[in-house]
């Protein structure tokens, strides 16, 4: 019942921190872990009683779904390079660098441990990512491919800690078998998610409720996630694909309604499942500190080496790609600039994945205890206090030094573009409505008008401004037939706009932002 009363406490902070943090310029993220903190210092408070192997699949299913919803097939290919040169690259050069710094500064730690130390702080956590970067204002191509490096490193990490604790355990490693076992982990992976999203998009094709689609959409990815892990695939892959397939096939089966409760939904799960993951980081102070035991203050120097060698070879390697790729680039690629260099540099926060691997380490081994456990719990419990509460927290600050912020110009046009592409849909499909059919010319002239109106202006928030007195008194006047006209024309420009979440450049996040002004717009 304890632990049960922790659980619906983070819950009620996590709800209380979005407002607190409006106020205070704090991220919501970073006041829960301040939160969980305090109250694992607090005497009173029990101590956290979750099975590690349990927190990767609980917490992760649902946020990487959730995260991946904002995202298409599409945007990643377009952005596929940096992202694979981060999630693959970055994190395998991370990993091997503090493994090798961290046996030399602990000489009786072998290698393997220190690898399984270099895999766990080496990916930047997506949910802390997108918790601190997504409301800066920063250029849509950033956040895309911040969103995607936070998405896929843990597939590189998980591989590599998966390796290294095996070769710990065992005291056998193979290059060629892991080599192998990474290829393998991947298809499975992709296999597993690609049939569970196929299914799941037929499935929700004859279900009637939008509640249900929503609900088998909610099961999805931890079934994704569980299957893949017990046929020793990739799980977070398995996730990622799954949810980036059902993305792309919502567009041929999904209506108003399905979209509306779906993004009500995972915005509620969204919240809540991030606020209690960093509020169990917080907690999970006390766990460590008693692994670690009196030792601590011998372990400062060596931790600090290591956040260091994380911080700083993050920053080297971002330059040198800047650096390498200057005359390579694409107008969309990232970053441009030393300034851009440095605003991705320091969002590469460490969160709940890190935390999980770190408390997931066996206690024991073939020959005895695990080596360097001690060493590898308190090391990474320190990198993800020090990204989180020092990094989070000025990340804005560093935004604002380097004047880095979107070009809302391009923005707008993107905006205006798109909408006079959903009016010509509507407009187009009148026209061919009034030829088909005996339309009454009160009807169709009502219809036209209103259309070209709105596509004179472009602007969709022109088009959202209609008085509901007006349209309701309208739609009171005229026929059924003008219902059933007027909703053929409005799933016309529906399709219009799911078709842009398919074209290369076209942001997913604006799109959405489009479909929902859409689906709650009266009827013309």
Known sequence: MEQLSLVFILAFATILAQPVGRRTGLPPAVLMTVFGLVLALLPFVPNVDINPELILPLVLPPLLYAAARRTSWQQ????????????????????????????????AVPVASALVLGAVVAPPDPVAVSAMAGRLGLPRRLLSVLDGEGLFNDVTAVVIYDVAVQAVVTGRFSAWHTALDFLL??????????VLGWLGSRLMRRLD?????VALGLLLPFAAYALADAWHGSAVLAVLV????????????????????????????????????????????TTVLAATGPSWPRLLTGTAVVIAVVVLLRLGWLLLSMVLLQGTRREADEPHTWRETVVTWWAGMRGV???????????????GPFPGRTEILFSAFAVVLFTLLLQGPTLPAVVRATHVQADTEIERQLERQLWTQILRAELTRLEEIADSEDLPDEIYQRLRENIERRLSRADPDAADSTDPAKSFDRMMRFTGMFRKISEDVLEAGRAEALAARRQPGMPPALVDRMMRRLDLRPML
């Open 209 to 213: 409720e939008a509640a249900w689609q």
């Open 185 to 194: 982990s991947a298809l499975v992976a992709i296999g597993v998610g690609l």
């Open 76 to 107: 990643f290919a377009a952005d596929a390079g940096p992202i694979l040169l981060r999630a693959v690259g970055l994190v395998v050069a991370t990993a091997v660098a503090v493994a090798v710094v961290f046996h030399l500064w602990y000489p």
């Open 242 to 285: 799954c949810a980036l397939y059902l993305t792309d096939a919502a567009t041929d089966f999904s209506d108003a309604a399905y979209r509306i409760v779906g993004e009500s939904f995972w915005e509620v799960i969204d919240l809540l499942v991030t606020g209690l993951a960093f509020g169990l980081i917080g907690l999970e102070l």
């Open 353 to 367: 994945v890190t935390v999980a691997l770190a408390l997931a380490v066996p206690l024991t081994t073939e020959h």
